[in-house]
């Protein structure tokens, strides 16, 4: 499959390389406009591109065609409006994921991925795990937004991938829920399991993956309240399973139970569930590193309109 473009270049591109038009009229790294150039894909007026260092003309006519595999664990690049980078040097790469971002390829899954963002992007990853997910060492659903850390030297990788696997990362999210947790502080010890039949779907069940979750309240509100939750573990949907668990489901959470009505009020299109802070040693330096978010606009507002009930 191949995605044909075709644009003519603007005046405000006379005299440029023809890599970096490509960047600028079709959204693409340069590195890899460069690979496009190489792989004979790229014309200009009809005439293949010799070069990427070969300058461009106003008027004429740029065609990129663009190698798109059927494949959906296949990581395609592809730039997404959002996606924030917050930290980077030569061992990680920290970012700041906006809500609708899958972090990497997965069956049944079309949308943006944060490695095809980097890719893109031009960001070289460490090329440790499964072709998808390589310098992935942790991972944020598709609905929750926030802070997260991507390696990009293998060194880097095996360092941290090990820190997360004995829990010493330190990671901290903010989660809206309905009514107060009794008490408002407090650990969730609870296995979790994926439900029978449910393939998308999680619940507390005996058998469970060994899943623990720390939270305390800080503000309580009519009918919500915002809390700090500390994670141990790193079980898929851990907060918003141990959250439903506790009948106290993250705002908008409408597959774990949250109330369709309130999250209509408030505005919410998917559960209250933001990552805060990221802390862990450095894998150069071995210095303690914290990076951290604030709250999108969807989740700002849901909040202020918390806040201004009574």
């Not at 340069?30 to 293949?48: F, Q």
């Not at 390829?105 to 944060?114: C, D």
């Not at 210095?287 to 604030?294: I, K, N, Q």
Request: glycine share 10%; proline share 5%.
């Amino acid at each position: 499959m191949v995605d044909h473009r075709q644009l003519p270049v603007p005046d405000s591109l006379e005299g440029e390389r023809v890599d970096v038009a490509i960047s600028q009229l079709f959204g693409l790294s340069r590195t890899r406009a460069a690979d496009l150039i190489v792989e004979g894909v790229v014309h200009l007026d009809g005439g293949t591109v010799g070069g990427k260092s070969e300058r461009v003309l106003a008027g004429a006519v740029l065609e990129v065609e663009i190698p798109v595999s059927s494949d959906p664990l296949t990581v395609v690049p592809e730039v997404v409006e959002g996606i924030t980078i917050i930290h980077d040097d030569e061992s990680i790469v920290v970012i700041d994921k906006p809500v609708g971002v899958a972090v990497h390829p997965s069956p049944g899954w079309k949308g943006p991925t944060v490695v095809g963002h980097l890719a893109a992007a031009g960001f070289r990853i460490a090329t440790s795990g499964a072709s998808e997910r390589q310098g992935i060492v942790q991972r944020l659903d598709v609905g929750t937004s926030g802070v997260m850390v991507i390696c990009k030297s293998e060194h880097g990788y095996a360092l941290l991938k090990n820190a997360f696997r004995r829990r010493a990362v330190d990671k901290t999210y903010h989660a809206l829920v309905q009514g107060h947790p009794d008490p408002l502080a407090g650990t969730v010890d609870a296995p979790i399991g994926r439900r029978p039949g449910a393939d998308h779907r999680f619940a507390v069940m005996d058998g469970g993956r060994a899943s623990i979750t720390h939270y305390e309240t800080l503000e309580a509100h009519r009918f919500a309240s915002l809390l700090e939750v500390h994670l141990e573990t790193g079980r898929t949907h851990q907060i918003r399973v141990h959250m439903s668990a506790l009948k106290h489901p993250c705002c908008g959470d409408l597959t774990y139970g949250a109330d369709p009505v309130l999250a209509e009020r408030l505005g919410l299109q998917r559960q209250w569930l933001h990552a805060m802070r990221l802390g862990f040693e450095h894998p150069d330096t071995g210095e303690y590193v914290e990076y951290e978010s604030t709250y999108p606009q969807d989740l700002q507002q849901a909040l202020d309109t918390v806040r201004e009930s009574h």
